[in-house]
């Protein structure tokens, strides 16, 4: 085993630690959940570590979120769908530690005309843990 890959498994293991720590309700991501359904809660998201890409000291990759919805019903009730929404990571590495610039979330699979508590439609994309290094 080279010290290569063993520094590329350390790397996405950090990089995996740090998007799932990630507090999501603080970002237009869980903003956007919650407007959507406003009692969301977010089950897990899912990040592969072997679906990390690293680019010199960039890396981005795929997650998925599992979510319940619960949405009022017409006779005053909850309707409670469980739902899985495909995303995107990207960041940088800052001496060597892996910061998390942006986690996207995609609700493009749930249809547009379905109505929202609010009346709005859902929106289709929604980018959440937007932070940029203090330079």
């Given amino acids: ?21 990630q507090n999501v309700w603080h970002t237009e991501a869980g903003v956007g959940l919650r407007k959507l359904s406003p009692e969301a809660t977010i089950d897990s998201i899912e990040l592969l570590e072997s ?6 000291d960039q890396f981005s990759g795929p997650v ?3 979510v319940t919805l619960v949405f009022p019903d017409t006779e005053g ?37 379905q109505p929202t ?6 929106p289709q994309r929604s980018r959440a843990a937007r932070r940029r290094p203090h330079r």
Avoid: C
């Fill in 51 to 56: 679906e990390v890409l690293l680019n010199g």
């Fill in 77 to 113: 009730g909850k309707l409670v769908s469980s739902e899985t929404f495909p995303g995107i990571f990207l960041g940088h590495f800052e001496n060597d530690a892996p910061v998390l610039d942006s986690l996207d979330v995609d609700f493009g699979s749930l249809s547009q005309a």
């Fill in 64 to 66: 998925v979120w599992y």
């Fill in 117 to 122: 508590r609010e009346g709005n439609t859902p």
């Fill in 1 to 21: 085993m080279n010290d290569d890959s063993s520094r590329e498994r350390a790397q996405k293991a950090a990089i995996a630690q740090v998007v799932r720590r």
